[in-house]
């Protein structure tokens, strides 16, 4: 089974970006939706960006606009672009990846963002 490590977080300044990778131990090919997804201290896991069954994109009503996200099967990455970063961004965020048939679903251990100035 593959396994997803997450990336790239750390102390971000409120109004700056942040680049976040997701890398697989093998090939994230073996996933059809894959997204990110966060959760703040004493909220909800909530979602950031994914596919969908339909191949579509959603995104999270708290980031609409700011997000993107994008993937590499040659490299086995995702990667998740966020602008204009507010404090209400800090979380630890997510990768997740959806096997195509069976529905199952792998998540990564998290990547802590904090937002300070």
């Known amino acids: 089974q593959v396994q997803l490590q997450e990336s790239g977080g750390g102390l971000v300044q409120p109004g700056g970006s942040l680049r976040l990778s997701c890398t697989g131990s093998?090939?994230?090919?073996?996933?059809?939706?894959m997204g990110w997804y966060r959760q703040a201290p004493g909220k909800q896991r909530e979602l950031v960006i994914a596919?969908?069954?339909?191949?579509?994109?959603v995104t999270g009503d708290s980031v609409k606009g700011r997000a993107a996200m994008f993937r590499d099967n040659a490299k086995n990455t995702l990667s998740l672009q966020l602008e204009n970063i507010t404090p209400d961004d800090a979380a630890v965020y997510f990768c997740?990846?959806?096997?195509?048939?069976?529905?199952?679903?792998?998540w990564g251990q998290g990547t802590q963002v904090t937002v300070s100035s």
């Open positions: 997740r990846g959806v096997a195509p048939w069976s529905d199952d679903e792998t």
């Open positions: 596919t969908t069954n339909g191949g579509r994109t």
């Open positions: 093998g090939s994230i090919s073996s996933f059809g939706r």
